[in-house]
């Protein structure tokens, strides 16, 4: 079975750091990319960021570029999302996911129905 679990979110002041952990359990990174979504009130869910090892394919949100970074530990199957310079705008829950491959990852956001939890992140002013 196929299991995700969020952990790392709190509350933050805009320009600090965070580090969102991913646990996963039923599949390897070997064998499916893992992504990194978000969801604020009232809005959409969105991609921030994904990796591939099968394609060696990383992507990131135009809106992350530069600020976080995703990275995995194979040993430990748990992926990462080191948000630095975070900013109000970056207030939502944040998700992880299994998928295919990074290349519709955006689209992934809007389609897949089996979230788990999340982990709330929240960017003070």
């Known amino acids: 079975e196929v299991q995700l679990v969020e952990s790392g979110g709190g509350l933050v002041q805009a320009g600090g750091s965070l580090r969102l952990s991913c646990k996963a359990s039923?599949?390897?990174?070997?064998?499916?990319?893992i992504g990194w979504f978000r969801q604020a009130p009232g809005k959409e869910r969105e991609g921030v960021s994904c990796?591939?090892?099968?394609?060696?394919?990383?992507v990131y949100a135009d809106s992350v570029k530069g600020r976080f970074s995703i990275s995995t530990d194979d040993a430990k199957n748990t992926a990462y999302l080191q948000m630095n310079s975070l900013k109000p705008e970056d207030t939502a829950v944040y998700y992880c996911?299994?998928?295919?491959?990074?290349?519709?990852?955006?689209?992934?956001?809007?389609?897949?129905?089996?979230w788990g939890q999340g982990t709330q992140v929240t960017v003070s002013s």
């Open positions: 039923g599949f390897t990174f070997d064998e499916y990319a």
């Open positions: 990796f591939s090892k099968s394609d060696d394919n990383t």
């Open positions: 996911a299994a998928l295919i491959l990074c290349d519709y990852y955006r689209d992934f956001a809007l389609t897949f129905r089996s």
